[in-house]
């Protein structure tokens, strides 16, 4: 079982919505990430979070709002998204990159959310 | 050029066989290196990691070949809970940025 959570599961927004996704992990990493996937595609990097500062914005736009408030959780604010944003947002955590110790660096990614705009 | 690639496939196989997936990279100053499996749906979780030396878990073993640039994953007496997609990971900078390849798809039939 994952020990990365992600609330909610499934989410089904309009065009003009705010609504925030979640992510909560209980391993002690101190770097958390953003995925999207689309069908049939490997997961896209949104953003890095490492010691709960953003370190990577992977040229995300701004209708995407991360929010990391502790070293367990992290957000994702979503306002105004379009259709082709739909899609399966996946957290993940890991340790803080340690110079290429596999043991370290590996990434657990959360069931994720699967979101529907309209 | 893609930066991890990776056959998409599908690989249709029986019950029983072995199987065998490569994988290219094209940074040469990557640092780690994953298979991780995603079923239909669900989240990518980690199979693997992958070490110069190799290495092996029950009826997976992992490879890298740092001169060549490529890793392989082979599958002995495949499952049919073994059909899944395969994702090539590389780890190639101290970001912690993650590459992956398009995945590989498993498909094990009775």
């Known amino acids: 079982d994952t020990e990365v959570t992600q609330t909610p599961k499934h989410l089904v927004m309009g065009m003009t919505n705010k609504k925030s996704l979640k992510c909560e992990q209980h391993m002690g990493h101190r770097a958390m990430y953003w995925y999207k996937q689309k069908a049939k595609k490997p997961p896209e990097l949104m953003f890095v979070y490492s010691y709960e500062k953003l370190s990577i914005n992977e040229s995300v736009p701004s209708r995407f709002s991360p929010e990391c408030p502790n070293s367990s959780l992290l957000n994702l604010h979503l306002h105004a998204l379009q259709p082709e944003d739909s899609a399966l947002y996946l957290c993940?955590?890991?340790?803080?990159?340690?110079?290429?110790?596999?043991?370290?660096?590996?990434?657990?990614f959360g069931p994720g959310t699967r979101l529907t705009v309209l | 050029r893609k930066e991890v690639e990776q056959d998409p496939g599908p690989f249709n196989v029986p019950e029983g066989a072995t199987v065998a997936f490569n994988c290219t990279y094209s940074?040469?100053?990557?640092?780690?290196f994953f298979w991780y499996r995603q079923d239909c749906r669900k989240e990518p979780k980690l199979l693997m990691s992958v070490y110069s030396s190799g290495n092996e878990d029950g009826r997976f073993t992992a490879q890298l070949n740092r001169a060549s640039q490529y890793i392989s994953l082979l599958i002995r007496d495949s499952k049919l809970s073994d059909s899944a997609t395969y994702l090539c990971?590389?780890?190639?900078?101290?970001?912690?940025?993650?590459?992956f390849g398009q995945g590989t798809t498993l498909q094990v039939k009775p």
């Open positions: 993940a955590s890991s340790q803080p990159f340690n110079g290429g110790l596999a043991s370290t660096d590996t990434q657990y």
């Open positions: 990971v590389v780890n190639r900078d101290n970001t912690g940025k993650l590459i």
């Open positions: 940074n040469s100053a990557s640092q780690s």
